[in-house]
């Protein structure tokens, strides 16, 4: 009894750290909060509209002892379910986002080995149509000088549909991997949040390696019959610039309004070379999209 108060206390605890004057943060019980196994249940995130955020179990396996070398080491984290209804309500108090850098400057390193969910469901009013998706991956982020190492799979429970992520990031050494592979079908997550016309089926292969200074991509896109692309995009060091070069054929009419969709009726071609300097400037040397009855060609800084 006197256990049972006390996972009492610590969760009512947590609920009122968290909370603030526009958003209440209920906790219902969390079993071997300081042990290297806990579990936390029944959580509920509401603003002045409501609840719009539910989890009911949340489990943590991690490696106390590593906190002794700088480091959050998380062997397992297995979600549940985690329901998001909507978006939430600003708060009005919410001050502008100032510069940041490319990664957070984080006090120790972070690495989980295993991330679980089993479920996430999704409401309409966040994306345009209810989802519920299973999730799997891993994860590594530590000070900036360390990068970050994400591999991330999700699937769609109520319909077919999977998204494979991998994004390496190291700015020490300027390292990048960029890794991500989707396909959905018709009415999908990525046809609601692009906007595509009558929401056509999805497949989506992104595939790069190498440095900020010497990184070559290959992009492959298809929506449908009128809507696809596919070329590649290389980053390269030119003294004290970045200089970006484009090369990409797409079908684009499917994406324009019926009265200009013609003049871009098959393949349009787009070749761009962007600098990138490292003042700050960008100029453009050359760009140019040529399509079958209209040509644009764009230079300067």
């Known amino acids: 009894d006197f256990a049972q108060k006390d996972k009492g206390f610590l969760a009512g605890l947590i609920s009122q750290a968290l909370s603030s004057p ?91 080995e295993r991330f679980a969910l089993q479920e996430l469901a999704l409401g309409e009013p966040l994306l345009g149509q209810a989802a519920r998706l299973s999730a799997e991956g891993k994860a590594k982020l530590g000070p900036p000088t360390e990068g970050l190492d994400l591999t991330f799979t999700t699937k769609r429970l109520d319909q077919p549909g999977t998204i494979d992520i991998k994004i390496g990031l190291v700015p020490k050494t300027q390292g990048l991997t960029v890794k991500v592979k989707a396909q959905e079908p018709r009415g999908g997550l990525i046809a609601h949040l692009a906007q595509l016309p009558d929401l056509p089926p999805v497949d989506l292969d992104i595939d790069g390696k190498g440095s900020l200074d010497a990184f070559v991509s290959r992009v492959i896109f298809a929506a449908g019959a009128d809507i696809s692309a596919h070329g590649n995009a290389t980053l390269t060091r030119q003294g004290d610039a970045r200089w970006l070069n484009l090369t990409m054929a797409a079908r684009i009419e499917g994406l324009l309004p019926h009265a200009v969709a013609p003049i871009f009726a098959g393949a349009t071609r787009l070749d761009a070379d962007l600098v990138f300097a490292d003042s700050g400037a960008i100029s453009a040397k050359h760009f140019s999209i040529v399509a079958r009855a209209a040509r644009l060609d764009i230079a300067g800084g």
């Open 22 to 112: 526009g958003m209440q943060v209920s906790v219902g019980a969390i079993d071997g909060a300081l042990s290297s196994d806990a579990t936390i249940r029944d959580v509920v995130i509401a603003d002045k509209d409501g609840p719009w955020l539910m989890l009911d179990r949340a489990r943590l396996v991690w490696t106390r002892t590593a906190l002794l070398s700088r480091r959050l080491e998380v062997n397992r984290l297995e979600i549940g379910k985690l329901t998001i209804a909507r978006k939430p309500v600003p708060s009005g108090s919410e001050q502008p986002a100032s510069e940041a850098p490319l990664l957070p400057e984080l006090p120790l390193k972070v690495e989980i």
